[in-house]
């Protein structure tokens, strides 16, 4: 089904032999889509740009599509979709497992790196914010056809290990480790970190424990890999609970066997240089360099990034990367992208998406009330607790374990919504009572206005459902409209790995639905309206779980 904006950018392009800048309308007054791509070329051929716009528009032949083209402004041209084409449409898409979004014509193999948390620490909320932003982007872009390729690039490597081995050799709890590998781990390090402070001398241990680890020392090889396995074991709960799973999960001990060899490469091209005793990358745009070797041999996190960039494009070819970090990172990959761009051959768009702080209700980093980093796991704990509040309050008649999977779903959906539903960029603060309100922009309203469409059709007992779709109110158009929109939305999502266009679909979706069912009976009408209207309302419904599905947020069927 060749959707509307390509009708017509085919058309305008065809017209005007330039691209046609189709948008859509800021005020659906003047039409639904508007092409900016007039201006350029009347300035370019020194053109009158109204007039140029004038003579595109009645040229245009798109009279089963739309209404008369209108010109407006400085030169745009607006226009209307056609009743008839709009009810054509959406009868396509009610037939279709794809709601009529299109397959990709041009397939892309993307590599998304993201949540990366550091073993032997807890996962902290500033992960979350990854790990949900990344599969959401990798379910997007699956479901447009493109082939993604999902890789956890875990911290397992690094200096943390000399007192981490120091600790597990010497003051291990083996009945806390069994409890809470990680909680005893965190504490470990602490504990050798705090000895190192108060006896320095401590530090030439903590040293030569690393230098056997790196050296590959058999015991402390075992120990290190012991790390590994229990915070992967834990890592793997949270991902459960979140739904999330990665296709790979390298991490970056995997890379080390590289490294002297990239910073070997890196000096014979000249690319990097020896500068204060280390060996460094000076790229354009920042002043400091990156150091891929410090003046004790030791490589750093730069060095790894390089090594599995490398790897990456040998073994995947992809056409873009995609990483998903906070926003202290962003010079960090400016200095990785601007140096690979030096150093291979040919370099895949790689995009590093960066995201803001969740902050407390005091407009500062989200902590406990100790201070301490809030725990992932603690987190999605509440989130379930303070759901099955909500539902046992709306519901205290269902059974318990009804309840139980509702708090789940609506817990851990609002948690990720809440995050979804922000533009990346920017910090937001983390509130219980705005994430669970059943009112506003949540999960719990989305998911329960899913309910509602659904109850439609529990009443109605109907089985098959076909016949065209027909708009005849203007809330049933303007709703039908909307639904078109879905393949828009869903690229705008992956042209800017920015979830939020689609958390704002939806619920635009939601509030269309409304003026629609308030405006229109549906189970009342007769035939064919009643068909026609219920089909509008499956197709709305299952939209409605495609996209939260999207968004990694199941649907229930009762609320
Ligand atoms: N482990 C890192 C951290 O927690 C994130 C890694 C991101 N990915 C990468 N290729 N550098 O900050």
Redesign the pocket.
Same mark, same amino acid.
């Given at each position: 089904m060749q959707s509307a904006i390509e009708i017509i950018s085919a058309a305008v392009e065809h017209a005007l032999g330039a691209p046609a800048l189709l948008r859509p309308c800021a005020d659906p007054q003047f039409g639904d889509y508007q092409a900016n791509g007039v201006m350029a070329i009347a300035k370019q051929t020194k053109q009158n740009p109204r007039a140029l716009a004038e003579k595109i528009a009645t040229q245009l032949q798109l009279a089963d599509v739309c209404e008369p083209p209108t010109v407006a402004g400085a030169g745009f041209i607006n226009f209307k979709l056609r009743r008839e084409f709009v009810a054509a449409q959406v009868t396509d898409a009610a037939r279709d497992p794809r709601h009529g979004v299109p397959s990709a014509s041009k397939l892309k193999i993307v590599v998304i +790196?993201f949540s990366?948390?550091?073993v032997a620490k807890p996962m902290h909320v500033g #992960?979350i914010r990854s790990t949900i932003l990344g599969d959401c982007l990798a379910r997007v872009l699956k479901f447009l056809g493109h082939r993604v390729v999902t890789d956890n #690039?875990?911290?397992d490597w690094g200096t943390q290990f000399g007192m981490l081995i120091i600790g597990w050799k010497k003051h291990r709890d083996d009945a806390a480790l069994q409890r809470d590998a990680i909680t005893e781990l965190e504490r470990l390090y602490k504990f050798v970190n705090n000895q190192c402070e108060l006896h320095p001398a401590l530090r030439e241990d903590v040293k030569a424990e690393l230098v056997k680890l790196q050296q590959g020392d058999a015991e402390n090889h075992a120990i290190w890999q012991q790390i590994i396995d229990l915070s992967k074991h834990e890592f793997d709960r949270t991902y459960a609970r979140l739904g999330v799973s990665f296709d790979h999960t390298f991490g970056e001990s995997f890379y080390n066997p590289m490294l002297a060899g990239v910073v070997a490469d890196l000096r014979a091209h000249d690319i990097a240089i020896e500068s204060d005793d280390a060996i460094c990358i000076f790229v354009e745009g920042s002043k400091a360099p990156l150091i891929i070797q410090k003046a004790d041999g030791a490589f750093l =996190?730069g060095t790894t +990034?390089l090594a599995?960039l490398k790897y990456r494009l040998d073994k995947w070819h992809p056409d873009e990367i995609v =990483?998903v970090?906070d926003a202290r990172?962003q010079l960090h990959f400016k200095q990785v992208f601007a140096a690979a761009a030096k150093w291979l051959p040919k370099v895949p768009d790689l995009r590093h998406v960066w995201f803001g702080s969740i902050l407390g209700e005091d407009g500062k980093p989200l902590k406990t009330r100790s201070g301490e980093n809030v725990k992932l796991g603690e987190l999605l704990d509440e989130a379930e607790e303070r759901a099955l509040a909500v539902v046992t309050e709306k519901n205290p008649d269902l059974p318990e374990q009804i309840r139980n999977t509702i708090a789940r779903v609506v817990g851990i959906g609002a948690v990720k919504y809440a995050d979804l539903s922000q533009n990346r960029t920017t910090d937001y603060v983390f509130s219980w009572a705005k994430m669970l309100a059943m009112n506003g922009n949540t999960a719990p309203y989305m998911q329960y206005a899913y309910v509602r469409v659904q109850s439609i059709f529990r009443k109605a007992g109907v089985a098959t459902l076909d016949g065209p779709i027909a708009l005849e109110h203007p809330t049933e158009l303007d709703l039908a409209k909307h639904i078109l929109r879905f393949t828009e939305t869903l690229q705008a999502v992956a042209d800017d790995d920015k979830p939020n266009w689609l958390t704002a679909y939806l619920y635009d979706l939601a509030g269309k639905f409304s003026a629609f069912y308030d405006n229109c009976p549906v189970i009342q009408s007769a035939e064919p309206t009643r068909s026609s209207r219920l089909q509008l309302c499956r197709l709305t419904a299952d939209i409605m779980k495609r996209g939260l599905n999207l968004l990694g947020i199941e649907t229930i069927e009762q609320m």
């Open positions: +790196d990366s948390p550091n #992960h #690039h875990i911290g =996190y +990034d599995t =990483y970090t990172q």
